[in-house]
């Protein structure tokens, strides 16, 4: 059962990333690597602003804000670079991740923040009200993440219904039409880009403050998890509108997480060595390829059922 809740709860933390990512890869059509730094950034600030005692903020939810602001700036900045200096989106978004690295461990002022959710040096993180409710720490980060995951998706559907909603999602199908109608589409991919890593980095905060504690390495590897799960829930609920894309990039993201759970922890359940926590990355590689390459393999069946149902001559 502990298992069970863990991958639900980092599937609905890690949900908020790859709706992020949904926006850049699929929305704006655009390959953003700032996300990278993106969810550091939110959890080095969360985790600075809420262990060091002298700058520490009482509002835990407010520190949350904070770090996705930072991650809306990060957004900005590759934007600004992309659309104004006219550099290329995937080396605009490697100079911001490249740059929040540096920028993270100045904010931390160490490579790792402890952030203990018990005993006597336990902080005050967003989770903390619902356990002291009574709930244990694993239930409230699935009913406070789950709460934040949902209001977050609705007030980005609601936006995206609105005209410059419409104006960005039109900037990624076709941006010339979008400028003959004489809208300024640098600004629709800065807001699109803006909006991404504010949700990268919100997911990054809430991380932190769910695994108690804060690195520089956390976000090595995260746009793939986040391309997992979008990839996972167009191959299995294959959404058509936007508001089904977010449902399903949710529900993909929990699957990502429980298949992870499954490849990581059954094979040792039966004493078999196959795979060991070192190799997530590889795992998250090999389900990302095998998402991709089904629909080739499903043409393939497909047309191989077709000669041997045809009558031969």
């Known amino acids: 059962m502990l298992i069970i809740q863990g991958a639900v709860s980092l599937g609905l933390i ?45 509002n835990p939810f407010l520190v949350t804000l904070i770090a ?14 992309h659309t104004k200096l006219k550099i290329p989106s995937i080396l605009a978004g490697i100079l911001t991740m490249v740059a929040s690295y540096s920028i993270v461990i100045r904010i931390m002022g160490a490579s790792n923040i402890a952030l203990p959710p018990h005993g006597p040096w336990r902080v005050t993180t967003v989770f903390t009200f619902l356990q002291d409710a009574g709930l244990s720490r694993s239930l ?3 009913v406070v993440s789950f709460v934040i995951v949902v209001v977050s998706c609705v007030l980005l559907y609601c936006f995206m219904g609105t005209e410059f909603g419409s104006a960005v999602r039109a900037t990624g199908n076709n941006p010339q039409m979008v400028k003959a ?11 699109c880009l803006m909006l991404s890593n504010g949700l990268v980095a919100l997911a990054g905060s809430l991380w932190a403050q769910q695994q108690g504690f804060a690195s520089v390495d ?13 990839i996972i829930a167009e191959v299995i609920f294959r959404p058509r509108m936007f508001w089904t894309h977010l449902i399903a990039i949710v529900i993909g993201s929990i699957i990502y997480r429980f298949i992870i759970v499954l490849a990581l922890d059954l094979p040792q359940r039966f004493g078999v060595d196959l795979l060991r926590p070192t190799d997530l990355r590889l795992v998250t590689a090999i389900i990302v390829t095998l998402a991709l390459v089904q629909p080739l393999l499903r043409d393939k069946l497909k047309k191989l059922f077709r000669r041997k149902e045809s009558p031969q001559c």
């Open 181 to 191: 109608q004489g809208i300024n589409t640098d600004w629709t991919v800065i807001v």
């Open 14 to 58: 890690f949900s908020l990333m790859a709706v992020g990512v949904y926006l850049t890869f699929r929305v704006l059509k655009m390959p953003d690597l700032s996300v990278e730094g993106s969810i550091i950034l939110g959890a080095g600030m969360s985790a600075r602003l809420i262990s060091d005692s002298y700058i520490a903020i009482g």
């Open 140 to 142: 409230a980060v699935i």
């Open 218 to 230: 956390m976000g090595v590897g995260t746009i793939v998890v986040g391309l997992a799960s979008v």
């Open 68 to 81: 996705m602001l930072a991650g809306m700036l990060a957004g900005f900045t590759t934007g600004i670079l």
